[in-house]
């Protein structure tokens, strides 16, 4: 309390206390004013610190500070002004965190192999998928650069096998728009359970582009299953050259 509310206090007190005095009706207003204007600006204070946030681009922060600031003054011009930014920093926060949640689906490798370094980025679908009729288990997209065996794509699948020994086609999905053929085969080797998806560059530019990627996929005994990955949050950069 400053030193003006403090005397404004200490009249009332004092006329409360002797017979037939009464409020001040000037003293009364004027330490209205005063704390109205304390409170105007401790919430200038916080609208500056929301201002702060918001140049820096920490969403975060920034939608804390207008957060505090229109609950604890929430009819101060300030918490007005903030208010009408607040839901243009609410979506710039959620889009932020929905970035980094997507960034994260990712993997990336670098590995010396013979004849040089051998890149990979790998993504899990977002749903496990029955491949083998015991039950959903995960399925990998994974590009590779190699030294020797040059550029690929392939699904790679823990149970079951893909139906593709003698070449597939293979529909792929974008934000669920019209699907695009391409050609798939499954190697004939026991190393992996994985499927080529043959025309590698045209795969890799269409994750570039896209939130969601599905594939579908012929599965032996159970027909043709799908498999949707997030793949929005892509780092082009880790393949070089793609």
């Known amino acids: 309390m400053n030193d003006v509310a403090r005397r404004t206090l200490a009249l009332a007190l004092a006329c ?23 409170q105007e600006a401790r919430a200038q204070e916080g609208a500056a610190a929301f201002d702060d946030a918001v140049s820096k681009e920490n969403w975060a922060l920034a939608k804390a500070q207008a957060d505090v600031l229109i609950a604890q003054y929430p009819d101060s011009a300030a918490a007005n002004r903030v208010r009408g930014e607040f839901d243009a920093v609410k979506q710039k926060l959620d889009a932020s965190r929905e970035a980094r949640r997507t960034a994260a689906l990712w993997s990336y490798g670098t ?31 994974i590009f590779r ?3 020797s065996w040059g550029r690929s794509s392939y699904l790679v699948l823990q149970g079951g096998d893909f139906d593709c020994y003698r070449g597939c086609r293979l529909p792929v999905t974008l934000d669920g728009e019209a699907a695009k053929s391409l050609p798939g085969s499954r190697p004939d080797t026991d190393e992996a359970i994985a499927m080529f998806i043959e025309d590698e560059r045209a795969l890799w530019k269409m994750a570039q582009g896209a939130k ?31």
């Not at 037939?20 to 704390?35: I, N, R, S, T, Y």
């Not at 599905?214 to 070089?240: H, T, W």
């Open 111 to 141: 590995e010396n192999v013979k004849g040089g370094l051998q890149r990979s980025s790998a993504i899990y679908a977002k749903d496990n998928v029955d491949v083998d009729g015991r039950g959903p288990t995960q399925v990998r997209l």
């Open 212 to 242: 969601t990627l599905e594939i579908e996929f012929p599965v032996k005994g159970l027909g043709k299953r799908s498999a949707v990955f997030e793949v929005a949050g892509l780092d082009p950069s880790r393949m070089p050259g793609w």
């Open 145 to 147: 650069d190699h030294p």
């Open 16 to 38: 409360a206390m002797v017979a037939g005095c009464g409020e001040d009706p000037e003293v009364v207003k004027a330490a209205a004013a005063e704390q109205a204007a304390a």
